[in-house]
C-alpha cells in the first residue's frame, strides 16, 4: 500500500508512516503545493496510490468521473496531524486495506468512520 500525502496536509506524515513501515510519499515532493486536485487525482491513479486529504473535494472528483480509483483516505477532523490521528489512520489502512487496494473512499471523521466502496 503506497500513500500520497496531499499538500494541504504536514509533510509530517511521511515521517509517521514510514516510521510504520508505509510507503508514503508528500505531494510537494513531486508535484506544486498549488497543483489542481485534478493533477494529484490523475497522478495517484496512474501509479496506484492511495491519496491521503483533508480536502473534500477528491470525494468529489471521484463522483464526478464515477472511477474506481483512485482510493481516498478523507480526514474530516480539526487537528489533522500525526500526533492527534496517526494511530487511527494505521487503524483504518488495516481495517479496510482490501477496499482500499481495490478502490474505495475511506473518512475519517470525529463520530463516525466509513468506507465507500468505488465507484460512487
Not at 506524515?13 to 508535484?31: A, K, Q
Not at 481495517?95 to 471523521?109: D, N, P, S
Amino acid at each position: 500500500m503506497k500513500i500520497l500525502v496531499d499538500a494541504c496536509l504536514t509533510p509530517d506524515w511521511v515521517i509517521f508512516f514510514e516510521g510504520h513501515g508505509v510507503d508514503s510519499i508528500h505531494w510537494t515532493t513531486i508535484g506544486a503545493c498549488d497543483a489542481e486536485d485534478s493533477e494529484i487525482f490523475s497522478y495517484a491513479l496512474d501509479r496506484g496510490w492511495i491519496v491521503f486529504t483533508h480536502d473534500l473535494d477528491f470525494g468529489t472528483l471521484l463522483a464526478q468521473t464515477k472511477s474506481d480509483g483512485p482510493s481516498v483516505i478523507q480526514a474530516r477532523v480539526e487537528d489533522p496531524t500525526p500526533e492527534i490521528i496517526g494511530l487511527l489512520v494505521l487503524q483504518l489502512l488495516k481495517q479496510f486495506q482490501r477496499e482500499l487496494l481495490k478502490g474505495a473512499i475511506v473518512t475519517l471523521a470525529a463520530n463516525k468512520n466509513k468506507v465507500r466502496v468505488l465507484p460512487i
